[in-house]
């Protein structure tokens, strides 16, 4: 059986429980005008940067923007952007903190631990749990824009997040790496399995700049970007060089001071005018 409901259902089609008592989940929206989700399939490609960069960018360009960490058992965000405080508990649900520079409302695991060099050990069915109950408890207050740091691989958490949230769509990040873009691409089928557009490419750690001569260096070898963009027929949102900047205010949480030639504003309004072209959803969320 078949119908609406089972739409973005892996098992669509192929199944024979009757979408009456299908207990698949609704996708929802939360009152949020875009949620755009970063993923990568592959951990180490700069993914949490970029999630980081694109709400940097986004709250630059006027917009109230929060930041959803959903990667549960190697949560960053709240650590590149200065964030430690506790979330606190409403009537009307959790309310998160925010960044001090921007105001970005962040919601993640890191928050809630004492100790963050502790590890989460837990299985995937309680993973997918955490994320309901951040996205359904979160009270995210007038919050316009929400971008959702998925966690790397295809399994329960960005799975969870693809049948919970009904996203606007989910931003890829690869590196120049062939084998980068080969595992981006297994998240990329995935996310199409689901019904959930593409909304484009950043390729993060494009290349590097000499400090001292200006030449440039392509340490992981010649970009796979336009191949893939093509194949998938999806734009080009982002070409992030390696900078050493970068990596000194992510580690010192002060990330949102970032400024290079207006980079993560350039990024951001190109997410938006891509995701403006893609299918929107209604209120409900439904598809």
């Given at each position: 059986?078949?119908?609406?409901?089972?739409?973005?259902?892996?098992?669509?089609?192929?199944?024979?429980?009757?979408?009456?008592?299908?207990?698949?989940?609704?996708?929802?929206?939360?009152?949020?005008?875009?949620?755009?989700?970063?993923?990568?399939?592959?951990?180490?490609?700069?993914?949490?940067?970029?999630?980081a960069l694109l709400a940097i960018g986004l709250s630059r360009l006027g917009h109230k923007t929060a930041l959803l960490d959903a990667d549960i058992t190697?949560?960053?965000?709240?650590?590149?952007?200065?964030?430690?405080?506790?979330?606190?508990?409403?009537?009307?649900?959790?309310?998160?903190?925010?960044?001090?520079?921007?105001?970005?409302?962040?919601?993640?695991?890191?928050?809630?631990?004492?100790?963050?060099?502790?590890?989460?050990?837990?299985?995937?069915?309680?993973?997918?749990?955490?994320?309901?109950?951040?996205?359904?408890?979160?009270?995210?207050?007038?919050?316009?824009?929400?971008?959702?740091?998925?966690?790397?691989?295809?399994?329960?958490?960005?799975?969870?997040?693809?049948?919970?949230?009904?996203?606007?769509?989910?931003?890829?990040?690869?590196?120049?790496?062939?084998i980068s873009t080969r595992i981006v691409e297994k998240m990329m089928h995935m996310t199409r399995m689901m019904n959930v557009p593409l909304v484009g490419?950043?390729?993060?750690?494009?290349?590097?700049?000499?400090?001292?001569?200006?030449?440039?260096?392509?340490?992981?070898?010649?970009?796979?970007?336009?191949?893939?963009?093509?194949?998938?027929?999806?734009?080009?949102?982002?070409?992030?060089?390696?900078?050493?900047?970068?990596?000194?205010?992510?580690?010192?949480?002060?990330?949102?001071?970032?400024?290079?030639?207006?980079?993560?504003?350039?990024?951001?309004?190109?997410?938006?005018?891509?995701?403006?072209?893609?299918?929107?959803?209604?209120?409900?969320?439904?598809?």
């Amino acid at each position: 059986m078949s119908d609406k409901k089972c739409s973005g259902c892996p098992s669509e089609g192929s199944c024979t429980v009757d979408p009456a008592t299908c207990s698949m989940p609704v996708p929802t929206r939360g009152g949020f005008k875009h949620i755009i989700a970063v993923g990568s399939g592959k951990g180490g490609v700069g993914k949490s940067t970029v999630s980081a960069l694109l709400a940097i960018g986004l709250s630059r360009l006027g917009h109230k923007t929060a930041l959803l960490d959903a990667d549960i058992t190697g949560p960053s965000i709240p650590s590149m952007l200065g964030v430690s405080e506790m979330p606190h508990g409403t009537p009307e649900g959790i309310v998160p903190p925010v960044s001090p520079v921007l105001g970005i409302r962040i919601m993640s695991m890191n928050l809630f631990m004492e100790d963050t060099s502790k590890p989460v050990v837990w299985r995937g069915p309680l993973i997918g749990n955490v994320i309901g109950q951040f996205w359904n408890d979160t009270d995210w207050v007038d919050s316009e824009i929400l971008v959702i740091d998925l966690p790397p691989g295809t399994s329960d958490a960005p799975l969870t997040v693809m049948q919970t949230i009904a996203l606007d769509g989910v931003v890829m990040v690869t590196t120049p790496q062939d084998i980068s873009t080969r595992i981006v691409e297994k998240m990329m089928h995935m996310t199409r399995m689901m019904n959930v557009p593409l909304v484009g490419m950043v390729e993060n750690m494009s290349h590097a700049v000499c400090p001292h001569c200006g030449e440039r260096w392509d340490l992981f070898g010649p970009s796979h970007m336009e191949e893939v963009r093509s194949r998938w027929d999806i734009p080009q949102l982002g070409s992030l060089p390696i900078d050493r900047q970068i990596t000194l205010l992510a580690d010192s949480g002060k990330l949102e001071e970032y400024r290079s030639e207006n980079q993560p504003e350039e990024m951001a309004t190109r997410v938006l005018s891509a995701a403006a072209s893609l299918v929107t959803y209604p209120p409900d969320g439904s598809r």
